[in-house]
Every structure is written in structure tokens, then in C-alpha cells.
């Protein structure tokens, strides 16, 4: 499972959920639900007027030194350069003014600034209590970042793992949907449990996590934790395949090499093997199994594969 720390963006209202840093902090309903109607910078900030919004943001500050909301889009806008120069310390600033007005959204975004030294001097212990903090809030991402802190930890750390990606989960983070799948299937900080790691892979892929996908497709192919159904299994193979997910990739290969769930097609399985081989994913009962192709399949398999290439 990676670990790899995350914080959802504002973006990712627009967008969709995006993971890493580059992310930056997702301001959930709070940017709305503090704000006055109408909310004119948080409404520039949607349609990409950046300047726009640092002036509505700053002209709300002026008529209220303590409206959170605005510092924290502020702090956004500064910590991703849009816009404006990116000023790593300056978004810290505008985090922390938010957070000691009460924004768990805000406190996350510090939170992480201290862990990764960015803004700031590097603090991972005070990166881990603002974590902690703000999760305690009830807010999601930061919920999901305490929980991968958590999860290199021993059984009692687990299980608290497990009940952040929980909070995380139910908040339609995709990543903790899949992480919380995880742990059910082997048994990790919580019973192990194959139909409950499928409904929260199911969810994961529902909301566009990859990861979730293939693991929904393993079950569902295997008749593991939910209904056997190898046609809708080779359904979500190939739709992970074609984002780029090099396992899926290489279960669909194996799909059309023996037709289960599609229908037989040596030049399709040599296709994706070879953009799953192309990523370092070898498979030698494939390379066996496909060795007779002609001279033409074998031309038509390679650019097949070319032309998905060019679309991941």
C-alpha cells in the first residue's frame, strides 16, 4: 500500500481528487459555508481569475480581519502560484491565521507544510500533533494523512489507521476508500473481511481511483467477497488498462488469451502485454503462450499497443 503523504486540492472541487502535494489543501464547504453571499472570490477562484479572487479575498479581510475562509483560499493561492509568485511562506502565514481561527482545514495544510519543511522549518513532530489536531476536527484529508503516518505502525497503530481511513472513506476520499479495501482484505487493523474491502473498492472506483478498480476486477473475477462476474471483471480491467495501470494491463492480456470474460483475441492479449512489458511488467506464461503469433498479428499487436501509448 503506498504511504505516501497527500492533501486533497482546492482543485479537486473542480476536478476531481488529485493526490500529492502539488494538490495543495481542499477547503471542503468551508470557503462556502463561512463566506457572504455571494462568495465573489471564491466564485473567481472556480473560474481561474486568481487575481481576481486574492482581490475579493483581501477586500473580505478588510471588512473581517477574522473570516478564515479567506485567509485559507489566500494561503492556497500563495502555496500553488496561481496567478501570483508561488511564496511557500507567505501561504504558511496565511494557514496559520486561519487555523488559529478555528479552521481544521487550515491547521491540515500547516500540518503538512511541517512535515514536508515546506514554508517552514522542517517539524514532522508538530507536522504529526497539527495532523492529529485537525483530525480530531473531523477533517477528512488530514484524517487520511494521519492515517498513513499510522499504518507503518504496530497493531494498536493499525486500527487507529483504520478508523482514520474510515472518516476518510465515508468523505469520498478515493485513496482512503481504497487503502480502508486494503485492510479488509488482509486483515489489518480490522477483522479481515473480503465483502467489505469489495463495497470500499467498489467506491474507490466509483470515484475514479485505479487502484480500486483492479482490485474491485480481482474479486469480482474470482468471485471473492461479491458475485462472480467475469465480463464486468474484464469491464473494469480495461478501463484501469486504459489509464495506464500496468496489472490491469496484464490480467487483461491474460483475458484475451484464454477468452474469459472476453472474447478470445491472441493480437488484443499481445497488445496489452506489450505496453504492460513496456512499463516492466514481464509475464512469461504470456511470452510462451503468444509465441505463435504471425509475422502480421504480431505487426498489428505492436501497433495496437503504439497507439494506446500515445492515449495514456
Same mark, same amino acid.
Given at each position: 500500500m503506498r504511504r505516501q503523504l497527500a492533501i486533497f486540492g482546492l482543485a479537486a472541487l473542480l476536478a476531481g481528487p488529485a493526490i500529492g502535494q502539488a494538490a495543495g489543501l481542499r477547503p471542503s464547504v468551508e470557503a462556502a459555508s463561512l463566506a457572504p453571499e455571494p462568495d465573489l472570490a471564491y466564485g473567481a477562484y472556480q473560474r481561474g481569475l486568481y487575481l481576481t479572487a486574492v482581490r475579493e479575498a483581501t477586500s473580505r479581510l478588510d471588512r473581517d480581519p477574522d473570516d478564515a475562509a479567506a485567509m485559507t483560499l489566500l494561503a492556497e493561492i500563495h502555496n500553488q502560484g496561481l496567478g501570483i509568485r508561488q511564496d511557500p511562506q507567505k501561504a504558511a502565514e496565511w494557514y496559520r491565521l486561519a487555523a488559529d481561527r478555528g479552521s481544521a482545514h487550515a491547521l491540515a495544510a500547516l500540518a503538512m507544510m511541517a512535515i514536508d519543511g515546506r514554508g517552514m522549518e522542517q517539524d514532522p513532530a508538530r507536522g504529526r500533533a497539527w495532523l492529529e489536531a485537525a483530525a480530531g476536527k473531523g477533517e477528512p484529508a488530514a484524517s487520511y494523512n494521519l492515517a498513513l503516518l499510522l499504518l507503518g505502525g504496530g497493531e494498536a +497503530? @493499525? %486500527? %487507529? =489507521? !483504520?478508523? %482514520? @481511513?474510515?472518516? !476518510?472513506?465515508? !468523505?469520498?476520499?478515493? +485513496? =482512503?476508500?481504497? =487503502? @480502508?479495501?486494503? @485492510?479488509y482484505l488482509r486483515g489489518r487493523g480490522v477483522a479481515r473481511d473480503t465483502s467489505e474491502a469489495a463495497r470500499w473498492f467498489l467506491r474507490a472506483a466509483e470515484n475514479g481511483n485505479t487502484a480500486g478498480e483492479v482490485e474491485y476486477a480481482i474479486l469480482l473475477f474470482n468471485g471473492n467477497g461479491v458475485g462472480r462476474d467475469e465480463r464486468l471483471a474484464a469491464r473494469y480491467f480495461r478501463r484501469a488498462a486504459g489509464r495506464g495501470n500496468t496489472i490491469a494491463q496484464n490480467r487483461l492480456a491474460r483475458l484475451y488469451a484464454v477468452g474469459r470474460g472476453v472474447p478470445k483475441n491472441l493480437t488484443e492479449a499481445a497488445a496489452w502485454h506489450l505496453l504492460a512489458a513496456g512499463r516492466g511488467l514481464t509475464d512469461t506464461w504470456l511470452d510462451e503462450t503468444l509465441k505463435g503469433l504471425t509475422a502480421e498479428e504480431r505487426a498489428a499487436a505492436e501497433k495496437l499497443a503504439a497507439q494506446r501509448a500515445d492515449l495514456i
Open positions: +497503530d @493499525l %486500527r %487507529r =489507521a !483504520a478508523e %482514520r @481511513l474510515e472518516v !476518510a472513506a465515508k !468523505a469520498e476520499i478515493p +485513496d =482512503a476508500q481504497h =487503502a @480502508l479495501g486494503v @485492510l
